[in-house]
């Protein structure tokens, strides 16, 4: 258990690290974050910094050597980074859990060892996979890039085989899989915390709405019944067991009717993605719950007890994307509470701010 105090190295300089930031110094603790960009919203709110490539190893093992436990925002860092750091200081979630979110094809195998439901996928690397798995799976798919896919970037949905095979040439130059394309009913998301000791506590699910693949709002309670969301908490609670995770971790899914054939009458629930980190639709609990998963996160690296995850009230989290920026400051309502991440400037699909509005 880290006393108060310790400092915890971020890697990762965006509006999830100055979050994180933001909460570790709500207790007592001090941060360090490491990133390479010199305009990172999270350098503004703490003043120990290192600006680098994340594979810079002199910078790394100085940031290394200042931290008492390191942690990330982002789960696309250099695997060979990841385990520099790894052999010279401690880092939480570890490689494994960072290793197998960063690869769409080993989270999927992942998730179908533990006998977890996902939407039917294979790999393709070539032009004759993607004929001999359009078969397989198609008329709808999307065929994604393996990795470094972010907010629907690199990937494209596809109803044809013309399609997939014109999505395959703009995505070639990457790993590809395709997946079956699910018409689901909504989208809902656990976060979940798991600190050294094992001690699990999740969130409420939220059910999510994207808009061009970037997720506008979280809505809580999400639409779904009682025995949907004790579904969702036991797959979040799985996962997290079987990687022996330490720190939040986000599950997104897919909720489906179930077939008429079927016996089992109730929704079906797929896994879509995991993130092993805070995860942008768990922020609604800065605004409903005692503990935030930002918090919940930095206790969870420290082994301290974890926070009450207990939601208090309604919230509806809306992402404030682009030029929804500008201005935002000056209609805001009471009982809706900020948080702008002081980004220099303002980009198409660029996350700016979020707004947690509390509905009851
Ligand atoms: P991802 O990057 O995999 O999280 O995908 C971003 C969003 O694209 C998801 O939250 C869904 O809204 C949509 N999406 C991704 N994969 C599928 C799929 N197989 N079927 C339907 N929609 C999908």
């Known amino acids: 258990m880290l006393p108060i105090g310790s400092t915890i190295g971020i890697i990762g300089g965006g509006q999830l690290g100055r979050m994180l930031a933001l909460s570790a110094a709500q207790l007592g603790m001090k941060t360090i974050i490491f ?14 910094k290192i600006i680098a490539p994340y594979d810079d190893e002199n910078a790394l093992t100085k940031f290394a050597n200042s931290c008492d436990i390191i942690t990330f925002e982002f789960e696309n860092l250099p695997a060979k980074s990841i385990k520099f750091l790894e052999s010279i200081s401690s880092v939480s979630p570890d490689s494994r859990a960072l290793f197998i979110s960063q690869d769409r094809i080993k989270e999927k195998e992942f998730l179908l060892r533990s006998d977890i439901n996902i939407a ?63 018409p689901f009913e909504r989208e809902i998301s656990v976060v979940i915390a798991r600190n050294k000791d094992g001690q699990v506590r999740d969130f409420e699910p939220a059910e999510n709405i994207h808009e061009n693949h970037i997720l506008k709002t979280s809505t809580i309670p999400a639409n779904i019944d009682n025995i949907t969301a004790k579904r969702a908490s036991r797959i979040a609670q799985q996962i997290v067991g079987s990687l022996n995770y330490v720190g939040v971790l986000g599950v997104e ?34 605004a409903g719950c005692i503990t935030d998963q930002f918090e919940q996160h930095i206790r969870a690296i420290c082994n301290w007890p974890l926070g009450d995850p207990t939601r208090y009230c309604d919230v509806v989290m809306e992402n404030l994307i682009g030029d929804e920026i500008i201005d935002a400051h000056k ?14 400037q303002i980009r198409e699909g660029r996350k700016m701010a979020h707004l947690n509005i509390v509905t009851k």
Request: with cysteine.
């Open 120 to 182: 039917s996928f294979a790999p393709v690397n070539s032009i004759e996979d993607l004929e001999k798995a359009y078969l397989k799976i198609g008329p709808k798919a999307v065929l994604k890039t393996t990795r470094m896919g972010y907010d629907g970037k690199g990937q494209r949905i596809v109803s044809s085989l013309e399609m997939a095979k014109q999505a395959y040439e703009e995505l070639k130059n990457s790993e590809l899989v395709l997946e079956k394309f699910i």
């Open 331 to 344: 209609n805001l309502k009471s009982g809706v509470q900020p948080h702008f991440y002081g980004k220099k």
């Open 35 to 48: 990133c390479p960009d010199e305009n990172s919203p999270a350098f503004d709110v703490t003043p120990n």
């Open 253 to 286: 899914f897919f909720i489906t009717s179930a077939d008429p054939k079927s016996a089992d009458q109730n929704p079906i629930l797929l896994v879509n993605e995991i993130a092993p980190r805070v995860h942008n639709s768990g922020h609604w609990t800065q």
